[in-house]
T-cell receptor
Framework: DQQVKQNSPSLSVQEGRISILNCDYT??????FLWYKKYPAEGPTFLIS?????DKNEDGRFTVFLNKSAKHLSLHIVPSQPGDSAVYFC???????????FGGGTRLMVKP | GAGVSQSPSNKVTEKGKDVELRCDPI?????LYWYRQSLGQGLEFLIY????????KSGLPSDRFSAERTGGSVSTLTIQRTQQEDSAVYLC???????????FGPGTRLLVL
């Protein structure tokens, strides 16, 4: 049973437009959420995170929104750049050990 | 400073052999995690070390998998009698607990023939 789901396996966006990546979770004990970006043959790179006490966190071109009642979070990238093309994973933690539960990833392709 | 490093970057082994994968966490990070990503799958948690506490092994898929962390720093993940389904990318992450953001190494790509 997947506790964190990314229902879109891929997303294609034109350069300069907004990319919106979505993530849903089922475990109400999760209280911290993260987005990671992964290039082929590399480890995941941390992008941005949000605590459950907030509903929005912004860092440059990246904004994460959290809707606790819907158990949904999204990552907005604006403007999108070709270098943003990668696989994006959302992750959640809430257990005492803070181990992460990951979604299956969304492959973002930003076209020039 | 230096990030998380892992070695080897790639490992090809024959079914039934034992393998050891190494992780050097970010200096000063007290918590260390192992995850793996099998082909076409998401990342799954394997094991977690925090300071001198007993590790959380709840994610290990079988008793062929074990890990240790020496001196609160370097960790070794050992897979005994490897099987083809063990083929995956094994990722190590560390954090300065109780900080929740984990920083990942580049991974070890294991292929069991």
């Amino acid at each position: 049973d997947q506790q964190v789901k990314q229902n879109s396996p891929s997303l294609s966006v034109q350069e300069g437009r907004i990319s919106i990546l979505n993530c849903d979770y089922t475990n109400s004990m999760f209280d911290y959420f993260l987005w990671y970006k992964k290039y082929p043959a590399e480890g995941p790179t941390f992008l941005i995170s949000i605590s459950s006490i907030k509903d929005k966190n912004e860092d440059g071109r990246f904004t994460v929104f959290l809707n606790k009642s819907a158990k949904h979070l999204s990552l907005h990238i604006v403007p999108s750049q070709p270098g943003d093309s990668a696989v994006y994973f959302c992750a959640a933690s809430g257990d005492a050990g803070n181990m992460l539960t990951f979604g299956g990833g969304t492959r973002l392709m930003v076209k020039p | 400073g230096a990030g998380v490093s892992q070695s080897p970057s790639n490992k090809v082994t024959e079914k039934g052999k034992d393998v050891e994968l190494r992780c050097d966490p970010i200096s000063g990070h007290t918590a260390l995690y192992w995850y793996r990503q099998s082909l076409g799958q998401g990342l799954e948690f394997l094991i977690y070390f925090q300071g001198n506490s007993a590790p959380d092994k709840s994610g290990l898929p079988s008793d062929r998998f074990s890990a240790e962390r020496t001196g609160g720093s370097v960790s070794t993940l050992t897979i005994q009698r490897t099987q083809q389904e063990d083929s995956a990318v094994y990722l190590c992450a560390s954090t300065d607990w109780p900080q929740e953001t984990q920083y990942f190494g580049p991974g070890t790509r294991l292929l069991v023939l």
